[in-house]
């Protein structure tokens, strides 16, 4: 049956750097062509972490060197929506030609609204850029940048992540698929806005981009949400001798898991609070975390984490 699907792409669909980039664009886009050629309904979101804070640091080398300004983390998420944007809608326009599929595919900037008040804007815990030493990190806090230890892969900086609110180009997302178009939207989880009366002021953030992703999939009535990321479930125990792999939860279940500490915060736990918020947003709507190449059977319940509201 065709769905409306919200498919958040993870890290890996993306790559590191440039040139990472490129080469993983192409198989990105042959697993959304195979959904597209199943008929389904596609909005692809996508992170940027790694890309936001190249472009950050470019930029403030730049400025150092030329005595500039610094570049808002707002602006530096839009660079990064387009640059993305760009290297997706690309590889997907080629894969689609390649199959006889005519579809326009189109990148939309797009800005999320989020809370001014919201306690993220004090305890930065977003990371972004690359991976550093501990003496380049300690160098780093030296001089007032916020830095910490990321899963046990390094040192990174971090930003303030505030809650999606709303995304401002939400009809404009929906005319996009109404007219038959795959549309790329919220990338890097959005522009985070701030709302002055009718002005929309660039906040200093970078919003997660599950929470964005399961945000949009409500206000545009997706069936289906899918999380695309680097395992192919969701476990509890994970890493441990007595780890066991979900084929399913529920909202309930999920709460638990929760309190037991079971997912890790800045990587699994964001991923199953996005999935809990879309999948309980309506009856019927259900999220799938599970792996890139996966989706196809993911979406014929063959693998993944399914997670509704039983
Ligand atoms: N309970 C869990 N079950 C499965 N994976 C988990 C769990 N807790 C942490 N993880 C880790 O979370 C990672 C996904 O988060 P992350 O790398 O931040 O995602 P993204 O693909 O969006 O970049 C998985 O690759 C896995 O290593
Ligand atoms: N904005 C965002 O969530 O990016 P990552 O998924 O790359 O962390």
Known sequence: MKKRIVLALGGNALGEDLAQQMHAVKTTAKAIVDLIAEGHELVITHGNGPQVGMIHQAFEAAAVQHHGQVLPMSVCVALSQGYIGYDLQNALREEMLNRGIHKPVTTLVTQVQVDKHDPAFIEPSKPIGSFLSKSEAEKLMSQGVAVREDSGRGWRRVVASPKPKDIIEKESVKALLEAGHVAITVGGGGIPVIAQGNHLKGASAVIDKDWASAVLAEMICADLLIILTAV???????????????????????????????????????????????????????????????????????????????
């Open 232 to 310: 192919e479930k969701v476990a509890i125990n994970f890493n441990r001798p007595d780890q066991q792999w979900l084929d399913a939860m529920s909202v309930d279940e999920a709460k638990r898991y929760i309190k037991e500490d079971q997912f890790a915060k800045g990587s699994m736990l964001p991923k199953v609070e996005a999935a809990m918020h879309f999948s309980s947003s309506a009856p019927g709507r259900e999220t799938l975390i599970t792996l890139l190449e996966k989706a196809s059977e993911g979406i014929a319940g063959k693998t993944g984490t399914r997670l509704r509201n039983m």
